[in-house]
């Protein structure tokens, strides 16, 4: 006896691999720095292209904390480590071994920025590093973040 198959059973199981199909195709979202209180933190691969978008997430914690991001590159070898070790800091006139690639200024919210690398004509691909910043206040460094050209 031979049996035939239902055409909605292969119907279903069509969707099922196509849905499957897409959802491995898909690329990955956004690196992501999330600011909380005074916590900073990353998600997101260890490397990101030369033309790299970033999600700010600031959670409401406190909604009207002012949260600030700086995107920097560092040069002479300098690590995170230099960073944090900053007893004071300016944005707009940051260490002569830092380069400052992008900014944004946020309250509680979520948004994205977009840097392209080859625009910045000081960039000569150093690891990125995100510096967190409350009232002005740094309080977290995330990275390093290779770049691939």
Request: hydrophobic fraction near 40%; aromatic fraction near 8%; charged fraction near 15%.
């Amino acid at each position: 006896m031979i049996r035939r198959r239902n055409l909605m059973q292969d119907a279903g199981l069509l969707l099922l691999v196509a849905l499957a199909a897409t959802a491995c195709s898909r690329s990955p979202s956004n690196p992501t720095v999330a600011a909380s209180g005074t916590s900073c933190s990353y998600t997101g691969p260890e490397q990101v292209p030369i033309q790299v978008s970033l999600t700010w997430d600031v959670k409401p914690s406190t909604p009207s904390m002012d949260y600030g991001f700086l995107v920097v590159a560092l040069t002479d070898g300098k690590t995170a480590a230099d960073v944090t070790a900053l007893a004071s800091f300016d944005p707009d006139h940051p260490p002569a071994w830092m380069n400052k690639v992008g900014e944004d200024l946020l309250v509680s919210n979520i948004r994205t920025d977009t840097f392209n690398l080859n625009a910045n004509a000081t960039y000569q691909g150093e690891p990125l590093y995100v510096m967190c910043f409350s009232h002005g206040t740094l309080f977290g460094v995330v990275g390093p973040l290779e770049v691939s050209q």
